[in-house]
């Protein structure tokens, strides 16, 4: 059984950082690509960055150059580092894995104060 936990979220001032991280479990980490994702208040949930096994990464033009993926496959933990917050960075930040279906972690709450 795939299980994603989220952890790090909270409230942070504009300009701040924070570290999200999701540990993985009842999963091959290594061989999997995962993503984070964000859905902000009365809007859609949308894709932020994602890692591949190989360590390559991609990042939503909102986020590139102030947030960063990365993985430690020693720890089967995801992170995203986030630097130079904004307030409309405030939202429930999700973790996801596909395989034949995508499993989705319970998020982490970030809110960024203006």
């Known amino acids: 059984q795939v299980n994603l936990v989220e952890s790090g979220g909270g409230l942070v001032q504009a300009g701040g950082s924070r570290r999200l991280s999701c540990a993985a479990s009842?999963?091959?980490?290594?061989?999997?690509?995962f993503s984070w994702n964000r859905q902000a208040p009365g809007k859609q949930r949308e894709w932020v960055a994602t890692?591949?096994?190989?360590?390559?990464?991609q990042y939503a033009d909102s986020v590139k150059g102030r947030f960063t993926i990365s993985r430690d496959n020693d720890k089967n933990t995801v992170y995203l580092q986030m630097n130079s917050l904004k307030p409309n960075d405030t939202a429930v930040y999700y973790c996801?894995?596909?395989?034949?279906?995508?499993?989705w972690g319970q998020g982490t709450q970030v809110t960024v104060s203006s």
């Open positions: 996801s894995v596909t395989q034949t279906t995508v499993y």
């Open positions: 009842g999963i091959m980490f290594r061989v999997n690509k």
């Open positions: 890692i591949t096994s190989a360590f390559n990464t």
